[in-house]
């Protein structure tokens, strides 16, 4: 079954900086990925997807995503953070088939 | 946009006693999921339904636990004689073939 594995728990940075959050995965067919977000008090919201074509998938709001079969890899970016992306990310993958599997989540904490 | 409806936001009850949540997904969705989110983890899997078959069960799913979907819309989960360590956030989603699953604000059960 796939899993997925999102390396760092918590991540702080400060306004206007760059941030990566790191998402690595395991399966052995081919995959979706996801990257959603959480803030608080409120239910997940889908940020980006990749199902084919495209490795590098973007949001609209500055985030964009990499899919790399070969380090099996969908780290998340965006070159210059704000105050409201503070919120938890979750990476997610599924094999196309109905058990989408989320790894444990990172809290991006965004310091003026 | 009516989104994923959950409900109750809180739930608090005492150890040994029956709960039961409500989910009601996008309206044209055919596909319903429920996961469970304990602090500073990410969604795990519970069950899913394709219509009103239940399709997939999660080893999780103890046999205190019962999903229904009985006309293919709302969904029902229940919890018979509550323990503490079934505290978490429960959480619904629905989706079409194939699409990101879309997420309600979830159910956050206190167990005492």
């Known amino acids: 079954a796939q899993s997925v594995t999102q390396l760092d728990s918590q991540v702080p940075v400060f306004e206007e900086a760059p941030v990566e959050l790191r998402c690595n995965y395991s399966?052995?067919?081919?995959?979706?990925l996801f990257w959603y977000v959480q803030y608080p008090n409120q239910g997940l919201q889908l940020l980006l997807k990749y199902l084919s074509g495209s490795t590098l998938v973007e949001s609209i709001n500055g985030f964009e995503a990499e899919f790399n079969k070969s380090q099996t890899s969908f780290h998340l970016r965006k070159p210059s953070v704000h105050i409201s992306d503070t919120a938890e990310y979750f990476c997610?993958?599924?094999?196309?088939?109905?058990?989408?599997?989320f790894g444990a989540g990172t809290r991006l904490t965004v310091k003026p | 946009d009516t989104g994923v409806s959950q409900n109750p936001r809180h739930k608090i009850t005492k150890r040994g006693q029956n709960v039961t949540f409500r989910c009601d997904p996008i309206?044209?969705?055919?596909?319903l999921y429920w996961y469970r989110q304990t602090l500073g983890q990410g969604p795990e899997f519970l069950t899913y339904f394709q219509n009103e078959a239940q399709l997939e069960k999660s080893r999780l799913l103890s046999d205190r636990f019962s999903a229904e979907r009985p006309k293919g819309s709302f969904s029902t989960l229940e919890i018979q004689r509550t323990e503490q360590g079934d505290s978490a956030m429960y959480l619904c989603?629905?989706?079409?073939?194939?699409?990101?699953?879309?997420f309600g604000n979830g159910t956050r059960l206190t167990v005492t």
């Open positions: 997610a993958v599924s094999e196309g088939n109905n058990d989408m599997r």
């Open positions: 989603a629905s989706s079409t073939n194939n699409s990101p699953l879309h």
């Open positions: 309206s044209e969705h055919n596909r």
């Open positions: 399966s052995s067919v081919s995959v979706y």
